[in-house]
């Protein structure tokens, strides 16, 4: 009886095993694309690559700059008109290279300067979400360039003059806490782009990280988030609570423009991750800038 019981159990035992992996695959590939959503929605993706009224991640939209008119690219999940042909390498060396899969170099309007923080496995959950959404055949549109940047030299130039690659490294004598809020700044969110100044080549004066800048994206003035009371230094932190969360100034105003937009990707960010963000924020070095025309 008891070699018949254990022919048994092993029996059953090979008959379900396919479905538990299959169970466990499913709640795998659940989770990884959670995450992927979650780091599109806080990285600024849906807004920057969706055109007004347009199709979600289809690209299209217009980002006016000193140097010319770029044209945001088709991300969904079409093989051709979007990024659907894309492996996770690929997607990687976008983000932390700045460069397309056949080697073209990206102009910094994509802020690659950034985003070359984002870990691989962030990288990897994000590359699963994009495919995993609707595909759409919106062809790209040829950015309106000054004269000097019609090739793609000019990138590669810049690249080499002001881009240094390299994921995000904690910083040993800081917290958990405060290193994650310091990757979601520095790495997804990519604040510096808007939030500080840049130079007459449109690489950002580190000198005047986070302190604003007055010919923000489109021209927009936008705000010093430094710890400086000509920044956020003067907000209490249930104020910087109500402003990640809704937009609402500590005057009662909402802001608008583009920030209204990048609003409504980090409001979602877990408590968590926003208790964090605002830790590293509250502790940027202060720097006396009052943004204005």
Request: charged letters at 20%; one cysteine or more; a negative charge.
């Amino acid at each position: 009886m008891i070699p018949a019981l254990r022919l048994l159990t092993v029996l059953c035992m090979l008959t379900l095993a396919p479905s538990f992996s299959g169970a466990a695959q499913a709640q795998t590939d659940t989770g990884l694309l959670a995450r992927g959503e979650y780091i599109l929605r806080i990285s600024g993706c849906v807004h920057c690559h969706t055109a007004e009224g347009g199709v979600p991640l289809a690209g299209g939209r217009a980002l006016e700059t000193p140097f010319g008119t770029f044209y945001s690219p088709n991300i969904t999940s079409h093989r051709t008109a979007g990024i659907g042909a894309w492996s996770a390498e690929d997607l990687r060396r976008a983000l932390h290279q700045g460069a397309s899969p056949d080697g073209n170099d990206y102009y910094p309007a994509f802020p690659y300067t950034s985003y070359t923080r984002i870990l691989a496995d962030d990288v990897r959950d994000l590359h699963a979400y994009l495919l995993s959404l609707p595909a759409s055949d919106q062809p790209n549109r040829d950015h309106e360039l000054a004269w000097f940047l019609g090739s793609r030299i000019a990138a590669t130039a810049w690249k080499w003059l002001f881009f240094s690659p390299g994921e995000f490294q904690p910083t040993a004598a800081k917290d958990a806490q405060w290193n994650r809020g310091a990757y979601i700044v520095e790495a997804m969110g990519h604040c510096a782009e808007c939030h500080t100044p840049r130079n007459l080549f449109g690489a950002l004066n580190t000198d005047q990280a986070y302190a604003g800048n007055a010919e923000g994206p489109e021209g927009e003035l936008v705000p010093n988030i430094t710890a400086h009371d000509t920044g956020i230094g003067d907000w209490s932190r249930d104020a910087l609570q109500e402003f990640l969360k809704f937009g609402e100034l500590p005057d009662g105003e909402y802001t608008a423009g583009s920030m209204e937009q990048v609003i409504e990707g980090i409001r979602h960010l877990t408590p968590r991750d926003r208790d964090a963000l605002i830790d590293y924020l509250r502790s940027l070095p202060p720097i006396d800038n009052r943004v204005r025309k």
